[in-house]
């Protein structure tokens, strides 16, 4: 646990921040918990917004940002012999977290042969990327079937929305 104190002088009173709890327990999960105070009542609500919208403009990371497969006809469909919908295995690469030092896109794909689980694990990065929990579910192959995905792999700051008329080519957006 890390404690820290910062204090800022006003005319009237000392503004005081800390962090009061902070962990690393997860490789997927960083948190910290900061106290503000005293603030008047709105305040705080005014500063969380521009904070939360300021920080998500800064925030930098590497992320899977398509996927595409000559298997599906739509977002919304299911495969034979996949337990998983089509949008259940969008939401489960969503929540693989990478790391890498890249810049621009680069492709990656999964390629499983069923039956059997399918994992973070079985992804095929480029170099200069990296899996940060290799365990992270993606499907469950109940028959004996070939998965193959193509993913795009991306790198940028910032948080955008990407609207689905951009994905002419069949592709599927995952993370904006």
Not at 13 to 27: L, N
Not at 133 to 154: F, K, R, S, Y
Request: net charge positive.
């Amino acid at each position: 646990m890390v404690r820290e104190k910062v204090k800022v002088s006003t005319s009237t009173r000392t503004r005081q921040w800390k962090c009061v709890e902070s962990r690393i327990d997860s490789k997927r999960l960083y948190y910290g918990r900061f106290i503000l105070s005293p603030l008047m009542k709105g305040q705080a609500d005014t500063i969380g917004i521009a904070m939360r919208r300021a920080l998500l403009g800064e925030l930098e990371g590497t992320c899977i940002t398509r996927a595409k497969s000559e298997k599906i006809s739509h977002e919304y469909s299911t495969i034979v012999g996949i337990q998983e919908s089509v949008h259940e295995i969008l939401m489960n690469l969503k929540k693989i977290v990478l790391r890498g030092n890249l810049y621009g896109t680069r492709n990656a794909f999964i390629c499983a042969k069923g039956p059997g689980y399918v994992t973070a694990q079985d992804i095929i990065l480029p170099p200069s990327v990296e899996i940060v929990d290799n365990t992270q579910h993606v499907a469950n192959l109940t028959e004996p079937i070939d998965l193959c995905i193509g993913l795009q792999i991306e790198r940028n700051r910032g948080y955008g929305i990407k609207t689905p008329k951009n994905f002419h080519d069949g592709s599927y957006p995952i993370n904006p």
